[in-house]
């Protein structure tokens, strides 16, 4: 079982950057998928992108943010990052991380992960 902590959500215009962090406690998060999700107001939360824990291609991303965000992990500190760059009003939500113990490929379904925790809020201002 881990639990995850997000962090380094915040206040920024438009064409800024952010990067959040995800950190795991317990051992094996290297052993573990992880993804990034978001919500905003009134919406469903929707895929962002994820890493696998192994695989030829470890990182998926959704075609909104392809390009602009990367995500990857510091297995040494069981820390994720999602570096998000050029930011848009649009990226503006509750950003979750999640994880699921060696999951055989991508996931990019939130019902596919069952660790959570608890958002950190991103705000991109026009």
């Known amino acids: 079982q881990v639990q995850l902590v997000e962090s380094g959500g915040g206040l920024v215009q438009a064409g800024g950057s952010l990067r959040l962090s995800c950190a795991a406690s317990?051992?094996?998060?290297?052993?573990?998928?992880v993804g990034w999700f978001r919500q905003a107001p009134g919406k469903e939360r929707e895929f962002v992108g994820a890493?696998?824990?192994?695989?030829?291609?470890?990182?998926g991303y959704a075609d909104s943010v392809k390009g602009r965000f990367t995500i990857s992990r510091d297995n040494a500190k069981n820390t994720v990052y999602l570096q998000m760059n050029s930011l848009k009003p649009e990226d503006t939500a509750v950003y979750y991380c999640?994880?699921?113990?060696?999951?055989?490929?991508?996931?990019?379904?939130?019902?596919?992960?069952?660790?959570w925790g608890q958002g950190t809020q991103v705000t991109v201002s026009a």
């Open positions: 999640a994880a699921v113990f060696k999951a055989p490929s991508m996931r990019d379904s939130d019902y596919s992960y069952d660790y």
């Open positions: 890493i696998n824990w192994s695989g030829p291609s470890p990182t």
């Open positions: 317990g051992r094996s998060f290297s052993s573990y998928t």
